[in-house]
């Protein structure tokens, strides 16, 4: 076996955890993980879940394996199904696929109290990542492949084996006595990762294999996190945030800082784990001013406001608001968001005299609507940040705690 120990890299990875998830189909990879993860920490550490997508027919027999390797391995086990399945979507069924399994996996995870959740992909699989986005032109960001740790959805997502190929882990396996099962999809040349995976072996007449694509990748990585050095101070300088918006004094020089800037502050404001297209991003920054994943920019003074769209946020309900807002206020309420409606009442009561002029706050109507306020049943019962505070305080999470997070979410 080359390269680094599995066991070491499970135990590095996890040092400091308490309870973690392992994502386990069945398949040669999350098998071993599974089956090292309880040797390196301990079952008492290890939870185990199997999502079955109902995309093939054996994945429930699939699941049903895992259950009984995990009963003899003392390992807790469930079974999560995705209800809308391969009838009920249109599209790109693996890209629906994958994001269903990444957001029950998540959901499982913040119902048991779980620290992280491990994910078996390989060296193999980060090279293959590699070689699918170089073929799509991605950059520094891109070609750095999968984060060995991403913070995403209130969940730390671990790759420990990102550095161990698939072969050290089968060699692991049948060390061990232990069987695996092999999806047929893996093997289905529709889809692009199986591409990727043939491509690879024809490269290694070239010397490009799976080692070397994942040191790219990592060196990449150390590029990124210098660039996110200086867009962190970029933003620092640049952006203040005010009432739930950002005042943007300029933007920096460096087309690669300004677009990562711009990047970061459209997916704090929307909640987005993903950049924005840069093709989108240059036609906004181009303009001006202009819509972008629910968000609204426009000149202000000698520099910029982007705030929320107020058509995003129009059928929000529940807390924390648009995922970063909470109040507090003397009675029953809910937050949602101002609109058309809630400003036009607004109007209403000032020229009664019952409160200044939401004008007087120098906020333009547009940005306002897309603001939040306080209504109880159809009733606006308060508009804190519009000079109408009734006694209701709202609030939202930092610029700063957004950015900090999404270091670890590439």
Same mark, same amino acid.
């Given at each position: ?61 699939? @699941?049903? !394996?895992?259950?009984? &390797?995990?009963?003899? =391995? #003392? /390992?807790?086990? *469930?079974? +999560? $199904?995705? %209800? ?67 913070? @995403?959805? !209130?969940?730390?997502? &671990?790759?420990?084996? =990102? #550095? /161990?190929?698939? *072969?050290? +882990? $089968?060699? %692991? ?238």
């Amino acid at each position: 076996m080359t390269g680094p120990a599995p066991l070491a890299c499970l135990r590095e990875a996890c040092a400091g955890l308490g309870r973690v998830g392992i994502a386990v189909s069945g398949g040669g990879d999350s098998i071993a993980a599974l089956v090292l993860a309880v040797e390196a920490l301990g079952a008492a550490r290890v939870r185990a879940v199997t999502v079955d997508h109902g995309l093939r027919p054996e994945a429930a027999h699939e @699941a049903a !394996g895992v259950a009984a &390797l995990c009963a003899r =391995l #003392g /390992v807790p086990h *469930a079974v +999560l $199904r995705w %209800a809308e399945g391969a009838g009920g979507h249109r599209g790109n069924l693996m890209g629906a696929a994958r994001a269903a399994r990444y957001a029950l996996i998540g959901d499982w995870a913040r119902a048991g109290g779980l620290d992280a959740v491990i994910l078996a992909h390989t060296q193999d699989d980060q090279a293959e990542t590699v070689l699918m986005r170089l073929a799509r032109g991605s950059g520094v960001d891109g070609v750095s492949g999968m984060a060995e740790r991403r913070l @995403a959805g !209130g969940i730390l997502w &671990l790759r420990p084996l =990102l #550095g /161990v190929s698939r *072969a050290a +882990l $089968r060699d %692991a396996l049948r060390t061990r006595g232990l069987s695996w099962v092999e999806d047929p999809t893996n093997a289905d040349l529709r889809f692009q990762r199986p591409r990727a995976r043939g491509a690879l072996a024809a490269l290694a007449d070239l010397g490009i294999d799976a080692a070397g694509l994942a040191a790219t990748a990592q060196r990449m990585r150390r590029a990124r996190d210098a660039l996110e050095a200086q867009t962190q101070a970029a933003l620092d300088a640049l952006v203040r945030e005010d009432r739930g918006t950002l005042r943007i004094a300029a933007w920096p020089a460096l087309p690669e800082i300004r677009d990562r800037m711009a990047a970061h502050l459209l997916m704090h404001l929307s909640g987005a784990w993903h950049r924005p297209r840069l093709e989108d991003l240059h036609r906004l920054l181009a303009r001006g001013q202009g819509t972008l994943m629910g968000c609204l920019l426009q000149p202000e003074g000698d520099g910029w406001r982007l705030s929320r769209e107020a058509v995003a946020v129009a059928a929000l309900r529940g807390t924390p608001w648009d995922g970063r807002w909470r109040a507090e206020g003397p009675g029953p309420g809910e937050i949602r968001a101002l609109g058309e409606d809630g400003l036009t009442r607004l109007s209403r009561q000032a020229r009664a005299g019952q409160h200044p002029h939401w004008r007087e706050t120098g906020l333009a109507r547009a940005v306002l609507a897309g603001l939040p306020a306080i209504w109880h049943n159809d009733a606006l019962i308060a508009a804190p940040l519009a000079a109408w505070p009734q006694g209701w305080h709202l609030s939202a999470r930092p610029l700063a705690a957004i950015v900090a997070d999404r270091a670890l979410s590439h």
